[in-house]
């Protein structure tokens, strides 16, 4: 089978790639938004001007300087003249607040923040402590001649955290050479060109735009983007930028399958679309009825893209093949290989180094866990057929999946028990079959005083709107069973999916709302 990697040598970093791409096609367009464009040249010089910026803020090798803003050719400035001084980037989930904020920034404890107008009082109500400056008063005009040195590709670039399982959210460790490398692998598997732009409407603070950047400078595409997704504005966007490909997770997919047929001539340049989960429904409608194929890929932050399907070779539903350089074991409870076919662990290996993270800022004890004998354990149950391909199960690991967002669900029992009136607090996936991810449901344990209005509003001024449940079940304190040992919640034991007790909340609270006005 054809093996995607690049050559040793090759990916050195995001800045050596932007370097590079600076000396041979300064005048190309690198990004689009609708109210402008930077051709490379014009990117680099903007990068070089806020370097001095944060230079001048006291930033210098090594520090951390977190970032908390809506996608914008700014944050993506930023995030380039922070590597530039060798500095380490935090890249802030813009949606977090309140407890989960403080923990991130707390952990990562950054020399200073950079934040659009809408998040600084965000940070301040958590850290008011901490240095911070706006987005928009960085500099891109400062002229300057100075060379900044290049970071070496095991140097560690960012930190990206995800959720924890038995405990708070943890850093990961990405250093300068996985970006490239995964970025080579992105292009090779998509078959990048200078024809393609590829439109962009996850969040910034995802491992995926810190590889789909470097993909285009690498292959001399573009990078169009909005703020955020819309299902109302996408197609009206594609054709704006001419894209011929863009990335989503399923729940955008099926959103837009929703909106009916794109326009005819959104299918004619439109090329692919690469995606995880896919919903059956965007198979049928992309692909059968529209024409237009759909690549399936896996990856986590550890490691963003050990499989893909490629036009090549691919089987709908798989989540891909080993294609990206990676080895791949499926093994049961015991670290046994188990046969073809039958359900596992995924373990995964890199041929090269620093295409893995590092492991967990200040975890030492969750990097052993995780990363031994040069496999990572992915906490993901797959199989894997007799022709090599990979077909994702469900989650070892306590965590959830909404919205391509994961979450702790540690993290979130943690701030629902801290609700007015909640004794005790169990998070639950609940299979949401239109995006082929989860909605969450909380059981809760309560006191007599409990108030599911004020839980509600608790829930939304504490929580990122994703972490919001979606159900709420109220069960007597005596069906919460902890185990020996770890006091662990057996959640197995506590009543599953939507049941004839389940309130939905959303829905609640809106007729509640409505009947209040």
């Not at 590597?83 to 802030?92: I, K, N, R």
């Amino acid at each position: 089978m054809t093996d995607f990697s690049p050559a040793p040598g090759t990916f050195r970093g995001p800045l050596h790639d932007l370097a590079l791409a600076e000396s041979t096609s300064p005048d190309r367009r690198l990004l689009a938004w609708r109210d402008g464009e930077l051709s490379v040249a014009r990117f680099a010089a903007a990068v070089r001007s806020v370097a001095l910026e944060l230079r001048d803020h006291g930033v210098v090798a090594g520090s951390r300087v977190a970032v908390m803003a809506a996608n914008s050719h700014r944050l993506l400035v930023a995030t380039y003249a922070i590597w530039t001084l060798g500095a380490v980037e935090v890249s802030v989930n813009s949606e977090l607040k309140g407890p989960l904020l403080k923990h991130v920034l707390d952990d990562s404890d950054p020399a200073l923040l950079l934040a659009d107008d809408l998040f600084i009082p965000v940070v301040r109500s958590v850290r008011p402590d901490l240095e911070t400056l706006r987005l928009d008063d960085l500099r891109h005009d400062r002229g300057t001649s100075e060379t900044f040195r290049l970071a070496g590709d095991d140097a560690l670039a960012s930190l990206l955290y995800t959720s924890g399982t038995t405990g708070p959210s943890k850093g990961v460790m990405i250093p300068h050479g996985y970006y490239s490398y995964f970025a080579s692998v992105l292009g090779t598997a998509l078959n990048l060109g200078e024809s393609d732009t590829c439109y962009f409407t996850l969040p910034f603070f995802h491992v995926d735009a810190h590889i789909a950047l470097p993909a285009c400078l690498r292959w001399g595409s573009s990078l169009a983007f909005a703020s955020r997704f819309s299902v109302s504005s996408f197609w009206e966007d594609v054709t704006h930028f001419d894209a011929s490909w863009f990335g989503a997770v399923g729940s955008m997919l099926s959103a837009l399958v929703s909106r009916g047929r794109p326009p005819q001539r959104v299918l004619d340049r439109l090329r692919l679309i690469v995606a995880a989960p896919v919903p059956q429904e965007a198979f049928a409608n992309f692909e059968d009825a529209w024409g237009v194929p759909i690549l399936q890929m896996y990856g986590q932050t550890e490691a963003n893209g050990p499989l893909y399907s490629t036009l090549a070779r691919r089987r709908r539903g798989a989540a891909g093949w080993p294609c990206a350089g990676f080895d791949v074991k499926v093994v049961d409870d015991s670290g046994v290989p188990a046969p073809r076919g039958q359900a596992g662990e995924l373990l995964i290996r890199p041929s090269s180094a620093n295409a893995l993270a590092q492991g967990y800022w200040r975890r030492a004890d969750a990097t052993a866990a995780a990363f031994a004998d040069g496999w990572y354990r992915t906490g993901d149950l797959v199989r894997q057929d007799e022709d090599g391909f990979v077909w994702y199960v469900g989650r070892k690991k306590d965590s959830l999946r909404r919205r391509g967002e994961n979450i702790s669900a540690f993290e979130l029992e943690s701030v629902l028990s801290a609700a007015p009136g909640v004794r005790t607090a169990a998070a639950l996936a609940v299979r949401d079959e239109l995006g082929g991810e989860d909605d969450i449901k909380a059981v809760l344990a309560v006191a007599p005083e409990f108030d599911l209005t004020v839980f509600g509003d608790y829930c939304r001024s504490s929580l990122p709107r994703f972490a919001v449940p979606r159900f709420v079940e109220i069960v007597d304190e005596s069906r919460i069973v902890r185990g020996p040992g770890t006091g662990a919640i057996q959640k197995h034991l506590l009543p599953q999916g939507v049941t004839g007790a389940t309130i939905d909340l959303e829905v609640t609270l809106a007729i509640r709302q409505k009947g209040n006005q």
